[in-house]
């Protein structure tokens, strides 16, 4: 059964750092594609980086420099470290399975198995 | 980045209506479209993607259409449990984007 969770939230002043982690079962993170997503109180979705089976990362403009996506094959979970923190990061971060299919426009990407979501508040 | 639009933002509907709702993307993306449902306090849910494959699992009143840049999600009875947020997201391009949500509400 595939599953994913998060942990490392908390309450943290601004400037600071945390580290958020996702241990996934059922399916290996060295061969896969993981995204973080965040969802502010009240608002949508945004997406925040991605870490490819590859190993290339990518992130959300307002969090580049700030934060990095990384894996531990070993422990077969993936973090997020996120330094410098600010008020506008306050969320609850999500880590999602991207599965891709073959479609007529090319390779599609999806997101097809969430975790439970972590939360980060970030305040004085 | 790709902006995402969706309409409405929000509905109001009833047991048994057909809902459509719709996401413009800001240039082509071709059929890199997926479509999330949302419930208060839950991870978002995939319902279709690649623009019109159904999820594994997710009931067959759910469909989704569209190509380039106008899509569009509909349910064709909408049940008790639909109510909910749902999300449509671009994978086209980097930054992967999110429509800003549409409401399903009695």
């Known amino acids: 059964e595939v599953q994913l969770v998060e942990s490392g939230g908390d309450l943290v002043q601004p400037g600071g750092s945390l580290r958020l982690s996702c241990a996934v079962s059922?399916?290996?993170?060295?061969?896969?594609?993981i995204n973080w997503v965040r969802q502010a109180p009240g608002q949508g979705l945004e997406w925040v980086s991605i870490i490819y089976s590859g190993g290339s990362t990518y992130y959300t403009d307002p969090v580049k420099g700030r934060f990095t996506i990384s894996r531990d094959n070993s422990k077969n979970t993936v973090y997020l470290q996120m330094n410098s923190l600010r008020g506008e990061d306050t969320a609850v971060y999500y880590c999602?399975?991207?599965?891709?299919?073959?479609?007529?426009?090319?390779?599609?990407?999806?997101?097809?198995?969430w975790g439970q979501g972590t939360r980060v508040t970030v305040s004085s | 980045d790709i902006q995402m639009t969706q309409s409405p933002s929000s509905l109001s509907a009833s047991v048994g209506d057909r809902v459509t709702i719709t996401c413009r993307a800001g240039q082509t993306i071709s059929n890199f479209l997926n479509w999330y449902q949302q419930k208060p306090g839950k991870a978002p849910k995939l319902l279709i993607y690649a623009a019109s494959t159904l999820q594994g699992g997710v009931p067959s009143r759910f469909s989704g259409s569209g190509s380039g840049t106008d899509f569009t999600l509909a349910i064709s009875s909408l049940q008790p449990e639909d109510f909910a947020t749902y999300f449509c997201q671009q994978t086209y391009g980097m930054p992967q984007t999110f429509g800003q949500g549409t409401k399903v509400e009695i």
């Open positions: 999602a399975r991207v599965s891709r299919a073959v479609t007529m426009g090319g390779i599609s990407m999806y997101s097809d198995y």
């Open positions: 059922g399916f290996t993170v060295s061969d896969n594609f």
